[in-house]
């Protein structure tokens, strides 16, 4: 069958013989792999939005395969990384995970659980690429929006009742809700749920402090229905 080019899976491994068996291993799942003799050229061959599994040796000439792991995290990389060591102690083990490897596995391990690793990997990255995709284009959408209405938002995110967000800002109510019509139409929304998802989508949220629990928009109870007991008419009683 013919190589999967959109599942990327980068090794960072100098042994010959390491190379040689996953080249033939990950074959058998269609995946070509690129060979990279240590993180720094690893790091330069990388683009922002490439999805992939990194599997990388724990020791490695100039950056350690964690410390490797910690700056792909750190730069936002959206790969999963995977850790293929000769030392498979504890303390490696536990410095790995530490940094952010989702498995560690002992050199040339069982075929099946590591193949299962890495297709799970590839799946997840490319998880967080769609993400960060729809993160942008939020991003994008709000910035349609002016000042007073991403505050009015903000506000809003944090559940913030109309009349309670008037008081804070010192305004009109009717010119909130004349707000809350703005960003609707700008952001294309069909209801107030989808502004809010796309703002917290956009990593909107975390600037505004928690309400207090009276500017909390409460859920509308249910108007109970008001009858009118008819009075009983009949014959007085005898006496």
């Known amino acids: 069958m013919a190589i999967d080019k959109t599942r990327n899976v980068f090794v960072v491994d100098p042994d010959k013989s390491t190379r040689t068996w996953l080249t033939n291993l990950l074959k058998s799942i269609n995946i070509k792999p690129k060979f990279f003799n240590n993180g720094d050229d690893l ?36 790969v999963v990384c995977l850790v293929l060591t000769s030392h498979g102690d504890v303390p490696t083990t536990v410095e790995a995970m530490k940094a952010g490897a989702e498995n560690v596995f002992d050199k040339k391990p069982a075929a099946q659980p590591f193949l299962d690793a890495v297709n799970d990997a590839v799946d997840k990255s490319k998880t967080e690429v769609s993400k960060v995709g729809r993160r942008i284009e939020a991003v994008k959408m709000l910035e349609r929006l002016t000042d007073r209405e991403k505050e009015v938002l ?84 005898l006496r």
């Open 43 to 78: 790091l330069k061959a990388l683009k922002p939005k490439t999805s992939g599994c990194v599997i990388c040796e724990v020791r490695l000439a100039g950056m350690s395969g964690p410390k490797l792991i910690e700056e792909l995290h750190a730069q936002r990389y959206p």
């Open 154 to 237: 903000m506000y809003l995110v944090n559940g913030y009742h109309n009349r309670g967000i008037a008081k804070l800002l010192k305004i009109r109510e009717r010119t909130i809700e004349a707000h809350r019509a703005g960003i609707m139409r700008k952001l294309e929304a069909r209801s107030i749920v989808d502004v809010i998802r796309m703002a917290f989508l956009s990593g909107m949220g975390d600037e505004v402090p928690p309400p207090p629990p009276r500017l909390v928009e409460k859920p509308r109870r249910a108007m109970k229905k008001y009858t009118k007991k008819k009075k009983r008419r009949g014959r007085p009683a």
